[in-house]
């Protein structure tokens, strides 16, 4: 059985609630919403259609026939151009209302209301579409889902998420707070709804090596539901200081599927999908990230990173962002010593924070670099080396505290999203800071600023209608579903 999941912007969810809720009398108010829906079947997780927001449309006052603080009557005819447009960009149409008298649910004049835009959508755009209801009900939302080919049926979501400070869920399927339960320790500290809301959440982490394997077992035990990890590299005898899960036989494994059997054998509550992949090659990995409702990077690879940088706002997803670096220098007797190293966590929502080329985190000449790298491997090592190390790039050597400790700031850093607890000194950014190792010391560098950034400043890729796969030919075109 499917179990949609909705997204909302932020700015989505301030517009529509300033609409429904501007009725001088307190009556009903109504909106349409466009949707993108994702629908990719990730293997070894549930089917799970995100349905994005693109646009949203007020109800303007002439559509509207009759009106009351507990019901809203409207006509189809102005409808019918909003249909058309849901049609020709491939959207699905939405209808949003609320009840200001408090009803706290669907009522039976919404399923009438439902039932009868959902034939004038299937007249008008065939049968194979979807359709979205959602309610703005005692300060909170509810959505539903039918189905233009079984129009009597009503497919409940498995939550409705707003971006934004702090990530507001609804829907989320809810438990009882209970002593002995794994996250019994967690809903002390945060609260059960805390506990439920990690629960319904599907998290990608890019990386499943030094700072991303302690990452995802961070998150199976905080009793996240569904992990989607994805890396294509073979664990090394040199991993082994730091990668958490994997011992000498997996040496040769791939390290994703190393983290999901360990996983596994944990018998914790959670879902893991394993691909060994590259995200900036597979459309089947870029297709099961962008299934993902949050996203962890913990690459050292610049291309891989740049990928991230732009799904966060083509598929609406709170992206953090891990990494660390320094320089290694010699002593007198020509003994290694580290000169400066520093863990970084850049915690980049789609409509907030500066963008990982404005953190100063990627670079395009990086970037071109790694390509060239990838044509030929021979490159000298040397020159990698000083590339990362003293061009200023992120390569660390691998010290296993130091890349489990960002692990651990990053993962409360999603914590802090969900039920904010941190407040941070002034001079630290929430989007961007760093942990000196060897000063120990909290640092944020000052804002770029940069008004022509395509990705944070001008919103170029925000849930941007893909030809491509995030626009990118290489990635083939994406599986469109109405
Ligand atoms: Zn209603
Ligand atoms: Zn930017």
Redesign the pocket.
Known sequence: MNKPRITLLASHERELLGHLQSHPQGH?MAAVVLFRRLSHLTPGLAESDRYIAVRVIPFENDWVTSSSDTHISFELKYLRDLFRQSEEESLVFGFV?N?PGG?PD??H??DDNERTLLRALTNRNGKDIHFVAM?WTNNAWKARIRYGQQPESVQKVRHILVHGRPLKLYEYEKTEFADEDISARHAAAFGQPFVDKLKSLRVGIVGAGGTGSPTALLLARAGVGELVVIDNDKLERSNLNRVRGAGLDDVGKNKAQILKDFIALLKLPTNVAALESLIDQDPAALDALASCDVIFGCTDDQIGREILNTALYAYAQPYIDMGLGGQIAEDAEGHPYLRYHHGRISTILPESGECLFCQGVIKDVWIRHQYALRQNPNLAAEEARERYLVGGGEQAPGVGPFTSAIADYGVATLFDLIKPFRKLPGELRSDFFTVDFVKMEFQSRSERNDTACVYCQQKAYLVVQEKYRLNRPILGKPNVAL
């Open positions: 009903e209302h009840h009803y669907f009522s004049v919404d309610l």
